[in-house]
Structures are given as C-alpha cells and as structure tokens.
C-alpha cells in the first residue's frame, strides 16, 4: 500500500492541498522510492489527512504532521502540530533569512541597489501579509467542491 510507509512514520512534514472533509486537510507528503531495476530514487507522493479542527493552515502551507495515539476515523491518523511556513513566507532555517525562489531577499536587495532600483520592483517589506485579499482575490479559505455538472446559470463559485 503506498500509504504504509507514510503512516509508520511519527512526525510528517506535507503540504496542504484542498481538502472536502470536516476538520480535517489533505496534505501532499513527498517521499523517495528506489527503483530496484534502475537503481535510482524517484519522487512519489502520497497524501494524508490530517486533524485540522481549527483550521490552522491554508492551501500551499507547509505544515508539520504529528501521528495520532489513536486512529481518528479509517483516514483520518494524524493530527497538524504546526505550521512550518506558510505559503509564499519560506524562511532558510540555518541562517533565519528570508528566501526568494533560492536567493536570500537580502542578496536581491543589494544587486538592486548596486545596479539601480527599478521603479516597477517589488518591495516585500511594504508589502501586507497573507490573506489580506481573503474573500476578494483569495480564496484559499472557502470549502471547495467538486462540480459534476456545466449549467448555463453557474452558481458554484468554489467548484473544483
């Protein structure tokens, strides 16, 4: 079973992904598996859910998944302990600096002063944090759904 060496384990570190289910999130766990033919390591993930009563972390967050001491429901095994980084906020846990798709935002920072700030850059210090643009142009928040159906009236806003 591909949950199996998942669910042995005590502490999980997974990604959130939308989830259906009440108090609870699906979080995506990314692992390694040996290719016994090629003899090479390849990505296989495998999903999990998780006790997330009060919602705690949003889609995109990297959360750490702590094993439960008893079994919940059938899926539910794990319970959410904390959120490591939230999505878009990754920090380098050696050195505390905040990183930018791998560059230290210091380091951007200095090579655009050196060679001159543009004015169309983006200040991250400047800018809100998370979930300011909740119900306008995020909606990480809301339940999703799964729409079955394509209706000329379309008044599923949140369907999948």
């Known amino acids: 079973m591909a949950l199996a060496a998942a669910?042995?384990?005590?502490?999980?570190?997974?990604?959130?992904?939308?989830?259906?289910?009440?108090n609870a999130s699906k979080f995506?766990?990314?692992?390694?598996?040996?290719?016994?033919?090629?003899?090479?390591y390849f990505r296989k993930d495998d999903f999990i859910y998780a006790l997330d009563p009060e919602k705690k972390c949003k889609t995109g967050d990297i959360v750490l998944i702590e094993k439960c001491s008893e079994q919940v429901t059938r899926l539910?095994?794990?319970?959410v302990k904390e959120?490591?980084?939230?999505?878009?906020?990754?920090?380098?846990?050696?050195?505390?600096?905040k990183v930018?798709?791998?560059?230290?935002?210091?380091?951007?920072?200095?090579?655009?002063?050196?060679?001159?700030?543009?004015?169309?850059?983006?200040?991250?210090?400047?800018?809100?944090?998370r979930g300011w643009l909740e119900n306008k142009k995020d909606f990480t928040h809301v339940d999703t759904y799964i729409k079955y159906n394509e209706f000329k009236d379309d008044d599923q806003p949140y369907a999948v």
């Open 83 to 97: 959120v490591v980084y939230p999505l878009g906020d990754i920090t380098d846990p050696f050195t505390g600096k």
């Open 28 to 40: 995506k766990i990314k692992r390694l598996e040996l290719d016994q033919n090629l003899l090479m």
């Open 76 to 79: 539910i095994t794990h319970k």
């Open 100 to 129: 930018i798709a791998g560059k230290f935002r210091d380091h951007i920072e200095a090579v655009n002063n050196i060679y001159g700030r543009s004015s169309t850059t983006f200040d991250y210090d400047m800018a809100p944090d």
């Open 7 to 22: 669910s042995k384990s005590l502490l999980l570190l997974g990604e959130c992904v939308p989830c259906l289910k009440q």
